[in-house]
């Protein structure tokens, strides 16, 4: 990692700028999904334990996100997608970056150890260190596994919610990891088809660059096809319910008919169409988990209510 920015000695960052160090649209995911982990969780968490629990594991992904982009800043100066970051656009300094990344992960970690238990804030530690050192620092500019191993880190955020009301590990909390686990690679595969240029330049080897298209178009329909039957699964856990397998089987259903399009679609077609399969189905991708988390919820409110 090289500080690769040049810090304008005229502007004063603002809050604004710390905070997208943070990275906010990533953090609304991991808080949206450690929530309803807690949330469906078989044992009843007082509202503030539950706030402060659902926040410094915000904290702790938040801490993630500017440590992964301090040691970042080189490639994402030249990324298209990544340039206007703060360190890149010369408005926060790498070692400020740093700074609040490790403040705030010793922060979240130590915090969410009081107000829930040790394991849950051992679980968040892990995170963290897996997601800045073991994906940003070595397998993301290694090999291009790097987003299926690495897609570890952003599929603790619901198993450590359960494990912050519990105390323990089961089922439902590792099906909730792999559902996350499983969807990560075509996720951003599927991102990396029409960004292909972006990780060439950077010198990231994403599977398309290091294997081409067509082998990521492949990859892509496998872990699709791994990911549904896992995905159903998970409604036939104590958590799962009529709301949850409706929305898992016509989810999945639409899922795989979009990593089936991708697998067979024809790389010769007219300029205008390149890539609008890869990014309907990427923009799909978004909604996916969202639309699986949201089930789980409304399963937990019925039979919190007596209907389940």
């Not at 926060?92 to 150890?113: E, K, R, W």
């Not at 804030?121 to 596994?145: C, D, E, H, N």
């Not at 008919?257 to 890539?275: F, L, P, S, T, V």
């Amino acid at each position: 990692m090289t500080d690769a920015t040049i810090i304008d000695a005229e502007y004063e960052a603002q809050f604004g700028d710390y905070f997208a160090l943070l990275k906010p649209r990533v953090m609304s995911l991991v808080v949206f999904t450690a929530f309803v982990g807690l949330m469906v969780a078989p044992v009843q968490v007082h509202p503030i334990i539950g706030f402060c629990a659902v926040l410094f594991i915000a904290v702790g992904a938040g801490a993630s996100g500017a440590l992964n982009m301090w040691w970042d800043a080189d490639i994402d100066a030249v990324m298209s997608r990544t340039a206007r970051r703060p360190i890149p656009a010369g408005k926060v300094s790498a070692q400020d970056a740093l700074s609040l990344g490790l403040a705030l992960s010793g922060f979240s970690v130590v915090m969410l150890g009081l107000a829930t238990n040790l394991l849950a804030a051992g679980l968040l530690a892990f995170t963290i260190f897996f997601y800045a050192v073991v994906y940003s620092m070595w397998l993301k500019r290694s090999t291009p596994q790097n987003i299926v191993i690495g897609g570890a880190a952003g599929a603790f955020p619901p198993a450590i919610g359960w494990v912050a009301a519990t105390g323990s590990v089961s089922l439902e909390a590792v099906l909730m990891f792999a559902l996350i686990f499983m969807w990560t690679p075509p996720h951003f595969w599927a991102l990396a088809l029409f960004l292909r240029k972006d990780y060439n330049n950077a010198g990231v080897p994403m599977l398309t660059v290091t294997h081409g298209r067509k082998v990521t178009r492949q990859h892509i329909l496998v872990y699709t096809l791994l990911l549904a039957p896992l995905a159903v699964w998970l409604g036939f856990t104590q958590i799962g319910g009529p709301v949850y397998l409706t929305v898992a089987v016509l989810a999945n259903g639409w899922f795989v008919k979009g990593a089936y399009d991708i697998w067979r679609r024809d790389e010769n077609m007219a300029e205008a169409d390149k890539y609008r399969t890869e990014k309907s189905f990427f923009q799909f991708s978004l909604l996916y988990l969202f639309l699986h988390f949201l089930a789980l919820l409304a399963d937990a409110s019925l039979r919190a209510v007596g209907f389940l």
